[in-house]
């Protein structure tokens, strides 16, 4: 893992540059525990949490490839399932997990679709992927032979070349897309910022946390000034796929 550049964003969250939060810090720690600053953000990495689907799997992109050796009735059998659902618009087959999102309606929990002379599943999960794969061996026996399981974890991608890279960003972009994903991105983000964050020491604070810097004058201005400044690199960034309510967490750290 390479370290972020100057202008990178910083991780420990204040919204700030690397730059001008946490470069120092980094170099300091690096010197003092012989590490080098790559070692010690990997270690960062590592403690944070794991993204799960609402099955609670690890969230990796996977494809589970069969041959499909009669697509007439591959169609008959997929059209004919109470738990798949054709979009006439993508050419593919949903299949749903009715009633299972936290608003009572259907989770999609992979995408099916005939490339060539292929049968494609899509999901977001290894253990998805098994499920179909037993699905199509119990009502494709006959139509389908199984090929590969392709799973990769977006997170653990190695240095790429170009070509590798624009693929790699390709899939992301995919699973991010990817309604449930976004909703448990969501909730992890606002996790973060209202449960973790605010007992976390920020550099930019004078290495206290949130709920101490809010006890104080002196402090609550630096909390306001970096509080803004997050809501400020929010706005701006116009691709942001997620936001935190800093409404919310002006009143959970009691500020005007």
């Not at 972020?4 to 690096?30: E, F, H, I, W």
């Not at 080098?36 to 609402?54: G, I």
């Not at 099916?112 to 494609?120: A, F, G, Q, S």
């Not at 590969?148 to 960003?169: C, Y």
């Amino acid at each position: 893992m390479t370290e972020p550049g100057r202008n990178d964003p910083c991780l420990c969250g204040s919204g700030k540059k690397y730059k001008k939060c946490c470069l120092g810090k980094y170099s300091a720690q690096a010197q003092k525990t012989g590490q080098s600053v790559q070692e010690l953000y990997s270690t960062q990495r590592e403690k944070m949490p794991v993204l799960l689907n609402y099955d609670g799997d690890p969230a990796i992109f996977c494809k589970a490839y069969f041959t499909a050796l009669n697509k007439d009735s591959i169609t008959a059998v997929l059209n004919g399932n109470k738990d798949i659902e054709f979009d006439k618009d993508t050419k593919r087959w949903d299949w749903l997990a009715p009633g299972t999102n936290r608003m009572g309606g259907n989770t999609i929990i992979g995408t099916i679709y005939l490339e060539k002379d292929l049968l494609v599943f899509e999901t977001n999960s290894i253990k998805r992927a098994e499920k179909f794969r037993k699905f199509a061996e119990k009502s494709l026996n006959n139509y389908v032979s199984y090929v590969k399981i392709d799973a990769k974890d977006i997170s653990a991608v190695p240095e790429l070349s170009e070509a590798e890279r624009k693929k790699s960003e390709a899939e992301q972009m995919k699973l991010m897309s990817d309604p449930e994903i976004q909703k448990v991105l969501q909730q992890k983000m606002d996790d973060y910022y209202f449960k973790s964050w605010i007992r976390q020491k920020i550099p930019a604070l004078g290495h206290i946390t949130p709920i101490e810097a809010a006890k104080t004058g002196e402090g609550r201005k630096l909390l306001n000034t970096l509080i803004n400044d997050i809501e400020s690199n929010q706005n701006t960034n116009k691709t942001a796929n997620f936001k935190v309510d800093m409404l919310k967490l002006r009143k959970i750290l009691k500020l005007k």
